[in-house]
Every structure is written in structure tokens, then in C-alpha cells.
């Protein structure tokens, strides 16, 4: 008889864990909750009682993170104790860059599901809740680095409500390091937390750690990957779908012109000016010895600097009155760029310790000097007017990347103020082999985002907001790094034509590729292709800087057309085609006229993905479901509802993590951590050496209970992905588990539970949900145990450790003394003939998420009667 590997059946008590600062425009989310419950009016009396408070009694996360793609479930238990009804809200901070994907409430035992619709059509059926006077709630608000969600119910008397909400999100390496988000806000003490990461990659994980927890927005200074890591390109196929990494990190950079355009207008006024002195101050000790730079000052006016102006006394500050007594001076004169040199990097560090603020905001001018700066290259002192001599120049012009780093903190006031017109102008001006990339920075508030994002957008580089806070130096510093450091430019991704479906391929042409970054491009696959054979093309940088090489590789991957449920290449490829999507929305001039539009074409996607983008809403009605929706941006900033009376949270308490750093595992990596009390922000960060030895695994757990004597369980990947790699099983069936995935049996799309195999089970019809695969079994007081479903054939096997709860010895044949195992559920013969209110007596967890039972030995793997 072979060995069977043990099964892992747990619940894992308390956890927390992460969140990320990072300097990135608030994407809008468009949520609206409509409920079918009139509204109450209170009866003149005696006052009543005072209300027993609402208790959050339990969060858990669950977090999957495979091939960079992040997938996070987020469920909260709200108990009324109480015999009446009292509203309770749900609210999560997460990402700006994520994608809800599906939000779930179980009330009294009652699921409502979410749904995403088109943003038009939600607007009517929200206009038809309210006008059949359905009470709604609208939640449009934003956060620092993060969209804000939140929902507000009411909560029957001496009932557990149950929110679940999940998104998805796409990890970005920036100066090396990929850094997962979760932001934990419940506003209480929450008795049981659970925060559980899974971390599956295919290259060795060589650096896993969660520094020290923030309790507000401030960024720590930046984090690097102080090791050499070599340049990789990594291409992983997966049933039809496509994903293709380059991380070109072990190349020399490229030598830059870089030209600072900094905002010194009236509103500058105050510590923004001395973050901008202090962060350009640690910019320009960045700069590399074969860099050229500029600096070029505007407020009203423009100014391009000389170095010269560093041996000259100060200027005096000129009154705030001064700006209104003359007229705006556009004219400037051109300076050459300047050789990063110690003493040139020196003298530019004393005229920016000048800077000053006064004016208003001539951007347009601002950016045309940028653009004839570079235009006009680097210094021709030396040369003649020979044939020698211009190629010379022209080569030297070549050789340099050109980048604009412009900053401002408000519009246009002065010169040309025309949004559109500015930013029509400055492309067609910013052309030819010359053209630089223009990375904007958003600084504060008041600065058109949608404007400079625009002009980013058009000019080859990117928009990054800038909070206002004491921080800011560094997250400008921070930016800065990010681009500082070009290794490829102008890098091509192509593939044979025969191999690829027509139109699948995602972006696949970059400017530039920075140290420290990495790119990816997705795409689907040919139905009768059974290899790929990419190319890439660019160019990099020599040693000493003074000349550019050709960069080619040619790469080949053969395949099966096979799937590995664990690698979500198809939801990756929806995600990132939907977001260059939305950027190609909304850097055209004619968004609306094309069929075709990238607008429309990422509206289907969004649809068919069941995602929340600024093209579309999530909504949810009570008691039916077929309908509701909201528009509005979440940059309002504001809560509107029908629904008065809000909860109220209790204190946030502090808390401390001890740090732990976790150093090059070869097969996995593991880091668990203990926390006394509640509330604020971490961030786990990891990076991957570049050999690819198999899947890597690590997984995170860090338990936190209040006031009671925590424990912690760690496992690696290895064990949850992986079956036949459990070395060990432990069986604990919780009184209450919620795993990370809860959903509603009221889910818009439907799947057979043939798919699941569970045709001989008649009776899992009424507990089945088809949108995500998993049985709800309703414990004790309505709470959900959610028991996830697999699709495979060969059902997970070993494990059978002892187990006593089961209810099956009444079945046909079963033997009464031969003793009870637990095993996944479609194991269990006996099973077949149970109702639901049986299994919820017997049911277990198996490899801790799985649905399973307590079957009697000798129905385990019985195929007939």
C-alpha cells in the first residue's frame, strides 16, 4: 500500500500585515450600495435604553501572490449584540492601482453579491432604486496611495454580519524591490485578526521582510535591493496566456541630459519650497559623473539657470506685491547643459538653496525652454565647423537619453493657459530623435492632474502625485529614483505573428527600461502554436558611458496546452491590458469617435473580468439583486447617503512589530511575526535572485491577538500549492473559520457544479456558489464557513488524520467501528446521501481552505455501494 502525503486541515488564528507609500494618482472607484429596507421613523416616548455598542469581532485576509499578480480576499465579522437593529459599516483602504474584483455581505443568514456594470447603465438603475424609494448609500472618497471603500448596513438584533470584499493587483519593482499592499483600518480593537500572504514565484526568493508598521502616511526613507542581481527575461505560458519579464538589471546605465523644471510660482509659498530645495539638493548628489543637467525655474516668468549665478551675491526675495506691478516676461535665454561634475553639481546646489517663490504659472513656456534645451545638446565650445566635428556632436547628442522632470503644484495661469492647446503644442515640439520623456510631478492638491497626466502620457513618461506632507522630500527623492537610472532605451518586444492571437499583445514598446524596474508584457497564444519565439531589441549603454550598444536576445519556450489553476496568467492579462488601455483613453485627443476605441475595448474586458474601473461600477441592492449603481469619482472626497446615523468606532490603540529580515532560502521563505494591538500600515516587501529553480514558495503569517495568548502556524507554499510536498499534516477543525474567499450563492454568472465533480452530491446544490467554487455552510449564529472546490480529476488524497464529529455512520453499509478520517469531500462515498444541515456537523477544512468531511474509514475512496 502506498504512503499517502498528510493533508494540512487548520485554521490559523490572528494575523496582520502590510500597506506601501508611494506616490501615485488616486484612481477612481465607483461603489454604490442600494437597500431595499424603508425607513424607520422613531415613535414620540420615553427614551429608550441606550443601545449595546456594535462589535467588530473578526478580520481576516488572505492574500495570494502569484508571478507578481496579487489577489486579496478581505473578510470582517460585525455582531450586533443587541436585540435591535443598529447600522454598521464596512471600510478597507486598498490600493490605487487595484481592481476590486467582487464584494459579498451576509446578512441574517442572506447573501447579497456585488455587481459591476457599465457605468451608464448603473447610473439609470441607481436613479430607479432611489425613486422607488429604495434607501442608498454613495461612498466616492480616497485616501493617501489608496482608494477608500465603504459600505454602511443595518445589522439585525443578536446577529453576526459578514463583509467580504477582494481585489487585485499587479506588483511593481521599484528599486528592486516588490512591495505588497495591505492597509488595516477597521477603527476598534479587533479580537481576531488573520492576515495570511502567499508569496509563489519562479525565481529563487532571495529577500522577504515587512519593516517597521506605520501608524500614518509618512515614507521611511527608501528602501533598496543592495544586491547584484543579474539581468533576467522570463517567459511563462499558461493556458493560452502568455507573460514575458525583462529586468535588464546587471547592464551599465545609459548616460542622461535630465532637465529640471521646477514650479517656484506664489502657491510654492512656505515648507513646500524648502522640501523641493531639500529634495533637489539629494538629486543632484545623484547624478551620475557622465550625466549633463539643467535647471530651469518658472513662475510667471522663466529662468534657465547658469552655474555662474552660484559666485554671484544672492538675489533679494521680491514682495508678493511685486507679481501684479509688471508685466509677464516670457523671454529667456538657452543655457548648454552642464557635466555632472563635483564642482558643477556644487554650484547648482547653491542656486537651488535660492530658489524662491513668487507669481503665477507660465507652464507652457516653462516646458518649450525644456524642449530647445535638449534640442540644443550639449556644449560646443571645442568643435568646428567641420564635417568631423557635427557628426561628432551629432553623435554625442545621440548618446544621451533625454529626460524632463517637470514639477508644479497648480494650472496655468500665465502665457498660453489652454490645457489641451499646451499639451498639442509641447508633443509636436518634443519630436524626432530627440525626443525626451516627460515624467511629471503632481504636487499637493491643486495641481490638473488629469491634465498633467495627459501631457506624461503623450510625451512618452508618467504622471506621480506628490503629497503635501512632511514627507515630501522623499517622496520626491523617492520618484526620482525611479527614473534615474535608464539601462535600455528604446526596447521592443516582438513575436512571430503565427504564434500569437491577432490584437492580444499588450503594450510592447518602452522608452526606457530603469534599474530596478522590470517590465512585462502579456499576451494570448495561438490555438495550434506549441512554442513562442519573442525577440528583444534596444539599446544600452558601455562602461565608460560614451557610446551606445545594439541589445538583442532571442528567446524559445516550448509548451503543452495545459493549466495550472495556481498562475492566473489569464486575470493578468485582462489586468494590464486594461490599464494601458484606460492610459491610451486618456492620452487621445478623440476618446469617443473609433467602435474600436481603447475605451470601449477595455469596458469589455472590465465587464467580462467583473472589475471596478473608472469605466464602470460595483453596486448592490437589497433584497433583490439585480440591480444599482453609482458614478461619481472617488476623488470627491466625500460620503453622501440616504441612510443617517453613522457607527461609531472606538479609539485606534498603537502597536509595535519586532523587524525581521528573512535571507536567501532555497526553496522557500518564511516569516511570522506576533502583534499586541491594532491599526495602521505595514509593507511586505521581496525581491527574486534571477535563476529560475522551479516555484518558488514563501508564505507570511503574522498573528496578532488582543489581550489573549497568541499562537501562531507557519507553512510554506510548497505545502498549499503543492500536495505531494507536505511532509507532515495537522488536523484542528476551528469552532469558527472563514477563509479568504467569500462570495454569494446569488452570483450573476452560473457554473455547473459538474465542473466540481459533485454530480453524485445533490444535496451541495443549495450551498453551492458558482462564481467562486466553494460550499457556504451557515454555523451557530448565520456566520459563513466558505470551502473551497477543486476542479481537478484527481482529487487531493493523503493526510486521513483522526477526526470525531462525524454524523455518516447512520449511511447504508457503513461500519460503525471502523473509525472516522478526514478527506476531501467527494472522497467520501457516504457522503452522496447526507442532506446539508448534515455536512455542516462533519465538515472540515483540508490543506487549510478545501472543502472536507469526517467520513468513516471505510468509505474513503469507495466506488460503489
Not at 538657452?334 to 554650484?347: E, T
Not at 514563501?698 to 489581550?707: C, E, K, P, T, Y
Not at 467520501?828 to 472540515?844: E, G, L, M, Q
Amino acid at each position: 500500500m502506498k504512503p499517502r502525503t498528510p493533508m494540512i486541515a487548520l485554521c490559523i488564528c490572528v494575523i496582520a500585515a502590510s500597506a506601501y507609500s508611494a506616490a501615485l494618482q488616486a484612481q477612481k472607484e465607483h461603489i454604490m450600495i442600494a437597500s431595499g429596507r424603508p425607513r424607520e421613523r422613531r415613535k414620540v416616548g420615553s427614551t429608550p435604553r441606550p443601545l449595546e455598542p456594535i462589535e467588530l469581532t473578526e478580520m481576516r485576509v488572505r492574500s495570494e501572490v502569484a508571478l507578481r499578480y496579487a489577489r486579496t480576499s478581505v473578510i470582517t465579522h460585525v455582531h450586533n449584540p443587541d436585540t435591535r437593529p443598529q447600522e454598521a459599516s464596512f471600510h478597507m483602504l486598498l490600493p490605487d492601482t487595484a481592481f476590486i474584483s467582487g464584494f459579498t455581505m451576509l446578512l441574517a443568514g442572506q447573501s447579497y453579491n456585488a455587481y459591476v456594470k457599465e457605468k451608464g447603465e448603473a447610473k439609470l438603475l441607481y436613479t430607479q432604486a432611489v425613486s422607488q424609494g429604495i434607501g442608498a448609500a454613495h461612498v466616492a472618497t480616497k485616501a493617501r496611495d489608496s482608494n477608500h471603500f465603504i459600505v454602511t448596513v443595518n445589522v439585525e438584533g443578536n446577529t453576526t454580519a459578514v463583509f467580504e470584499l477582494r481585489y487585485e493587483d499587479f506588483l511593481v519593482s521599484r528599486n528592486g524591490l516588490y512591495s505588497h499592499v495591505i492597509n488595516l483600518h477597521p477603527g476598534a480593537l479587533v479580537p481576531t485578526m488573520e492576515v495570511v500572504v502567499h508569496i509563489k514565484e519562479s525565481q529563487k526568493i532571495t529577500k522577504l521582510r515587512v519593516p517597521e508598521v506605520r501608524t500614518g502616511n509618512e515614507m521611511d526613507a527608501t528602501q533598496t535591493d543592495s544586491r547584484e542581481l543579474k539581468s533576467y527575461i522570463l517567459i511563462i505560458v499558461n493556458d493560452g496566456y502568455f507573460v514575458h519579464f525583462l529586468a535588464p538589471t546587471s547592464l551599465p546605465p545609459l548616460s542622461k541630459h535630465v532637465v529640471f523644471v521646477l514650479d517656484t510660482s506664489g502657491s510654492m509659498l512656505g515648507r513646500k519650497i524648502e522640501q523641493l530645495r531639500k529634495a533637489m539638493d539629494t538629486i543632484l548628489s545623484d547624478l551620475k559623473p557622465t550625466d549633463y543637467f539643467n535647471l530651469v525655474e518658472f513662475s510667471h516668468f522663466v529662468k534657465v539657470h547658469e552655474l555662474k549665478e552660484a559666485d554671484e551675491p544672492a538675489p533679494t526675495h521680491r514682495p508678493d506685491w511685486y507679481y501684479n506691478t509688471i508685466s509677464t516676461d516670457n523671454s529667456y535665454t538657452l543655457v548648454r547643459p552642464a557635466l555632472a561634475s563635483p564642482d558643477n553639481i556644487a554650484k547648482a546646489k547653491i542656486i537651488v538653496s535660492r530658489l524662491d517663490y513668487t507669481g503665477g504659472t507660465n507652464i507652457y513656456s516653462a516646458l518649450d525652454a525644456a524642449i530647445g534645451i535638449i534640442k540644443k545638446g550639449v556644449d560646443k565650445e571645442n568643435t568646428t565647423n567641420s564635417n568631423v566635428a557635427l557628426k561628432t556632436e551629432k553623435k554625442k547628442k545621440a548618446e544621451l537619453e533625454p529626460i524632463i522632470i517637470f514639477l508644479t503644484d497648480g494650472v496655468p495661469l500665465d502665457g498660453e493657459t489652454n490645457t489641451d492647446r499646451i499639451t498639442s503644442l509641447i508633443t509636436e515640439k518634443n519630436a524626432g530623435d530627440m525626443r525626451a520623456a516627460l515624467y511629471t510631478i503632481a504636487f499637493g492638491e491643486d495641481a490638473d492632474r488629469v491634465f498633467l497626466r495627459k501631457l506624461s502620457l503623450r510625451n512618452e513618461g508618467f504622471l506621480r502625485h506628490i503629497y503635501e506632507a512632511a514627507d515630501a522630500s522623499l517622496q520626491l527623492h523617492d520618484f526620482y529614483r525611479q527614473v534615474a537610472s535608464p539601462l535600455l532605451s528604446h526596447v521592443q518586444f516582438l513575436y512571430p505573428a503565427k504564434q500569437i492571437k491577432e490584437g492580444s499583445v499588450s503594450r510592447n514598446k518602452f522608452r526606457s527600461v530603469n534599474s530596478g524596474s522590470e517590465v512585462a508584457v502579456v499576451g494570448q497564444i495561438a490555438e495550434d502554436a506549441i512554442e513562442i519565439t519573442p525577440q528583444i531589441f534596444g539599446f544600452y549603454g558601455s562602461e565608460d558611458g560614451l557610446s551606445l550598444k545594439r541589445y538583442e536576445v532571442t528567446s524559445k519556450v516550448t509548451f503543452t496546452h495545459t493549466k495550472d489553476e495556481h498562475l492566473p496568467l489569464e486575470r493578468l492579462w485582462a489586468y494590464i491590458t486594461i490599464k494601458q488601455m484606460l492610459d491610451q483613453r486618456d492620452a487621445a485627443d478623440d476618446r469617443f469617435e473609433k467602435q474600436n476605441s481603447p475605451e470601449k475595448k477595455a469596458l469589455a474586458i472590465a465587464l467580462k473580468y467583473a472589475f471596478v474601473t473608472p469605466l464602470t461600477s460595483l453596486v448592490v441592492v437589497k433584497p433583490n439583486e439585480t440591480n444599482a449603481v453609482d458614478v461619481d469619482s472617488t476623488d470627491a472626497m466625500s460620503i453622501i447617503t440616504t441612510t443617517p446615523e453613522p457607527t461609531s468606532n472606538a479609539a485606534q490603540p498603537s502597536y509595535d512589530w519586532e523587524e525581521t529580515d528573512l535571507e536567501e532560502s532555497e526553496n522557500h521563505s518564511g516569516l511570522t511575526r506576533t502583534i499586541g494591538g491594532f491599526g495602521g500600515q505595514a509593507n511586505l516587501m521581496y525581491n527574486m535572485e534571477t535563476r529560475s529553480s522551479g516555484l518558488q514558495d514563501a508564505r507570511l503569517i503574522v498573528n496578532m491577538d488582543s489581550g489573549r495568548s497568541s499562537h501562531h502556524n507557519m507553512y510554506t507554499l510548497s505545502q498549499l500549492y503543492n500536495r505531494h510536498s507536505v511532509s507532515h499534516g495537522i488536523y484542528y477543525r476551528p469552532k469558527l473559520f472563514v477563509p479568504a474567499s467569500i462570495t454569494t450563492t446569488k452570483a450573476p454568472t452560473t457554473a455547473s457544479n459538474v465542473n466540481y465533480h459533485l454530480e453524485a452530491f445533490k444535496w451541495t446544490s443549495s450551498i453551492f456558489n458558482s462564481s467562486t467554487g466553494a460550499l457556504t455552510v451557515l454555523v451557530e449564529n448565520g456566520t459563513p464557513v466558505i470551502l473551497q472546490l477543486t476542479t481537478d480529476v484527481d482529487v487531493m488524497d493523503g493526510g486521513e488524520g483522526e477526526c470525531s464529529n462525524s454524523t455518516l455512520t447512520f449511511a447504508v453499509g457503513v461500519n460503525e467501528n471502523a473509525g472516522n478520517v478526514f478527506v476531501y469531500l467527494t472522497r467520501c462515498y457516504a457522503v452522496r446521501s447526507i442532506t446539508a444541515d448534515d455536512y455542516k456537523k462533519s465538515y472540515c477544512i483540508v490543506n487549510n481552505r478545501y472543502a472536507g468531511v469526517c467520513c468513516p474509514r471505510n468509505e474513503v475512496d469507495k466506488s460503489s455501494v
